[in-house]
């Protein structure tokens, strides 16, 4: 399959810190994708990278052909990546619903003026706009929570929400920053069942940072490893499990691979 | 808590008072309130300001014992409330003895004999026994108002706040009884004195409150749900009156209050012109601008620059015509501004814009543009507005003849003001309700992940600017033509810092409550002329105490009550 995404040599420093280094990757069209990584090892800068939060250095990033490490992120969201983040970050003072409807930005093409003279096409667009955020709100599960102010969500609301956003701008490729974090086993399950769905029903490719080595294992069709800025290997999941790099990177010298998944999850616990 | 310790706590809550009573004395407020009163020939504002001192004081020591137990515990907490108020009056009295002896004007300017003089009740040094044992009472009766039931504490707290607030605008309602005919005018004499109600006045005030207050605690709760049973076309029909009633107010108000009052209600109106602007871009898009009194002055010179018939009137061209220019122009400098500064955030903007403001001003006001902008002498000679048919096209000749209505009080300027406000609350709210107004509420939020959802930031942010800065800009124009001329010094700093104070104080993001904001911070202060000399003390003190209390203003926006009444359903469901 083509790839939907490749990035080549891409670089990113903070100062003296090189944070991604010299990282080559490719996501394949409607494919599940994670990369995983000890805390620190560049995952969420690779993020940005792609999203134009932070510009990359060096390298280049195209996205179905075309170079985009060049483009701002309102740019990049309308060529079709969307993402969520590690720490959510909804715009807490607005509602559910106005949440989903700013995602729905994009497609929306009233002037500031028609909107104030209230035009028949206006009315028009806000009503299919609304039923589409209220379609959105149904689909991640959270019907009749359209009004409460996104602040006043519980969690893992809050999570499902952000994903509702991030979908309404009718992505081609998704980005998940840790979507499971903070969640408990049976949640962790269901979600890993939503961006399944995600990617079977609406054809999504996701790319997915994650700790959770059950969600990832679960999921994923390739693993791309990072630690110091570093692709250290990629490929399946089974690929993964036995690399002897990877271990290491883990665990240090000499660990077995049955304690992986474990002393990985302690390792993150100690770190944040 | 031991005895002996809650007897030295209310003496320690009771000095602090004192010292609050005094700083009132110190900075002179106590003398210029003396001259006004609250209850005529009972009760001066002073007085009422240093009493009402003691009763809190006496209010709070009783507070803190309340953890006291036993059969004594009222009188404990009685006593705790009198030697807190006697201490308040204490520190008074020996600040009045220490003056008496050595002459502190140096250092205080306003110990002055005046002030020992109203400390002591006229009576001087031998009367100086007076104030604590007043103040004493004073502090029983806050510590007795504890003791008093829930139902009880409630209408009497009422009753006195209204008193209160119909003795300090007195001024305002009297001349408006006055006004509405002779039989009004004896109700209206028999209320209120010259400056405070009569006793007569304070009494039927009081206790109509204490009624009405009762009443509705009784049968409150059942008008409330027979309300709420009504059918919608009802509830619509209440609305509307509702509505009615206030706009009946809005708009005979400046008929019958006459021009001083009048132009105080013009001004309002115009705060409001300015603070919709910069409720759209500080309230709905989050960016602080520090200079929008810029805009203000560009809507005003640009009226004032093609309508004066003085020197520096550049085309005598009509007000309405202008009007839309001076929009216009000002939209263009929002744009300008813009353009550079928009890249910077939060803290950094407030200064880069307050920066702007100060700019335009002392251009405006420089010798260097004087040839254009007339400098310090200002812009002299602004038409008035004529209400006549060709009126907006026509080209002005000097000396002008307006075959219309000339609008040229400042009643006649104020439904000017009101129907431009409606007009830009109305288009406040459209904008509001629209991708724009949700993109600007994205960017307030988290303006990294607006831009990730596709928002394009410059564009959203210059919008923002653009349409507050016209909104100012239509306030400027009005200003102009109702002051008839333009300074650059009326344009000074603390005009914008009016507007933000008023757009935090009404509820950030909220369009009545930019006009309660408004009210409260230009209107009340401008009707209290006894105040104006300590307007920004008590403006600080308003700011502090509603960042405390009530951090969302006034009245907060929509989306907060949407919130609150969703809670409050699902609650009641669960019921």
């Not at chain 2, 008074?92 to 004999?113: M, W």
């Not at chain 2, 543009?369 to 812009?379: E, I, M, N, R, T």
């Not at chain 2, 923002?464 to 800009?473: D, S």
């Amino acid at each position: 399959m083509a790839p939907i995404l490749t990035a080549k040599k891409v670089t990113k420093r903070f100062g003296g810190l090189v944070a991604v280094n010299t990282v080559d990757f490719e996501i394949p069209d409607k494919s599940i994708v994670s990369i995983i990584g000890p805390n620190g090892a560049g995952k969420t800068t690779f993020f940005n990278c792609i999203t134009g939060f932070g510009k990359a250095d060096e390298g280049e990033i195209a996205f179905e052909g075309m170079p985009i490490q060049r483009l701002r992120p309102d740019q990049i969201s309308r060529l079709g990546i969307s993402r969520t983040y590690q720490n959510i970050r909804l715009f807490a003072e607005m509602t559910a619903l106005e949440n989903i409807l700013v995602g729905q930005h994009i497609f929306l093409n009233s002037s500031w003026l028609s909107a104030v003279l209230g035009t028949p096409r206006v009315r028009k667009e806000e009503k299919m706009a609304l039923d589409e955020a209220q379609r959105l709100l149904d689909f991640v599960g959270l019907k009749g929570q359209g009004d409460l102010l996104a602040r006043n969500l519980p969690y893992g609301a809050q999570r499902r929400l952000e994903i509702a956003r991030a979908l309404a701008t009718k992505p081609k490729l998704l980005l998940l920053d840790e979507p499971s974090a903070g969640m408990n086993p049976r949640e962790s399950e269901d979600l890993t069942a939503f961006i399944r769905r995600l990617r079977d029903e609406i054809g999504i490719t996701i790319l997915l940072i994650e700790h959770h080595m059950r969600v990832v294992m679960g999921i994923s069709e390739q693993i791309t490893v990072l630690d110091y800025g570093e692709k250290i290997a990629e490929g399946t999941p089974k690929e993964i499990q036995s690399n002897p790099r990877v271990i290491e990177a883990y665990l240090g010298r000499g660990a077995a691979t049955e304690g992986m998944a474990t002393a990985h999850e302690r390792h993150s616990k100690k770190a944040g | 808590m031991k005895k002996e310790n809650f007897l030295w706590n209310s003496i320690k809550t009771g000095m602090l008072g004192g010292s609050i009573a005094l700083f009132i004395c110190l900075i002179g407020m106590t003398e210029v309130f003396s001259k006004r009163d609250v209850i005529e020939k009972v009760i001066t504002l002073g007085q009422f300001v240093l009493l009402a001192t003691s009763v809190m004081t006496g209010l709070i020591a009783s507070r803190q014992t309340s953890q006291l137990v036993g059969e004594n515990r009222s009188l404990h907490r009685l006593t705790a409330g009198l030697v807190a108020g006697l201490m308040t009056g204490v520190v008074l009295a020996l600040f009045v003895l220490a003056g008496d002896k050595v002459n502190i004007r140096a250092v205080f300017l306003n110990a002055t004999p005046g002030l020992y003089n109203i400390l002591t009740f006229e009576k001087g040094v031998s009367g100086v026994w007076v104030l604590p044992v007043i103040s004493a009472v004073s502090g029983l009766i806050g510590a007795a108002f504890l003791l008093l039931p829930q139902a009880a504490q409630k209408p009497l707290t009422q009753a006195t706040l209204f008193l209160f607030f119909m003795a300090l605008f007195s001024g305002l309602f009297r001349v408006v009884l006055i006004n509405q005919g002779t039989n009004w005018e004896k109700i209206a004499k028999y209320l209120y004195g010259q400056t405070g109600v009569t006793s007569e006045g304070a009494l039927i005030f009081f206790f109509a409150v204490v009624i009405i207050s009762v009443l509705w605690s009784w049968r409150g709760q059942s008008v409330k749900t027979s309300v709420a049973h009504l059918p919608k076309g009802g509830k619509l029909t209440l609305r509307l009156l509702a509505f009615a009633a206030i706009g009946y107010v809005a708009l005979g108000l400046p008929q019958v209050s006459g021009p001083f009052i009048a132009q105080v209600i013009v001004t309002v109106a115009l705060f409001i012109l300015m603070g919709l602007g910069l409720n759209i871009t500080l309230g709905f898009a989050g960016l602080l601008d520090l200079g929008f009194v810029a805009f203000y002055a560009i809507g005003a010179y640009t009226v004032g620059l093609l309508t004066s018939y003085g020197p520096f009137g550049l085309q005598h061209i009509s007000f309405w015509a202008a009007v839309p220019i001076a929009v216009l122009v000002a939209m263009a400098a929002g744009f300008v501004l813009g353009l550079p500064v928009l890249g910077v955030r939060g803290d950094y903007l407030a200064i880069a814009t307050l920066g702007f403001g100060e700019i335009v001003r002392l251009l405006a006001g420089s010798d260097f543009l004087a040839k254009y902008f007339g400098g310090p002498q200002g812009v002299i000679g602004i038409q008035k507005p004529c209400l006549g048919v060709l009126e907006p096209f026509v080209k002005i000749d000097v000396p002008r003849v307006c075959n219309g209505i000339e609008l040229g009080k400042p009643q006649d300027i104020y439904y000017v003001a009101v129907a431009a406000a409606l007009l830009i609350a109305f288009v406040a709210w459209r904008l509001r309700e629209s991708r724009l107004g949700r993109a600007w509420m994205a960017i307030r939020e988290d303006e990294d992940v607006a831009e990730a959802l596709g928002v394009n930031l410059i564009q959203t942010k210059l919008l923002a600017y653009m349409l507050g800065a016209a909104m100012a800009g239509l306030g400027g124009a009005i200003f102009a033509t109702l002051i008839g001329s333009i300074f650059a010094s009326s344009m000074q700093l603390i005009v914008s810092i009016n507007v933000v104070s008023l757009i935090i104080v009404g509820g950030m993001g909220s369009i009545p409550g930019v006009i309660v904001g408004a009210i409260a911070l230009i209107g009340l202060p401008e009707l209290l002329r006894e105040v104006s000399e300590f307007r920004y003390l008590l403006y600080g003190m308003t700011l502090i105490i509603m960042m405390l209390s009530k951090p969302e203003g006034l009245w907060p926006s929509q989306a907060a009550k949407r919130e609150l009444h969703h809670v409050e359903a699902s609650t009641e469901a669960e019921l």
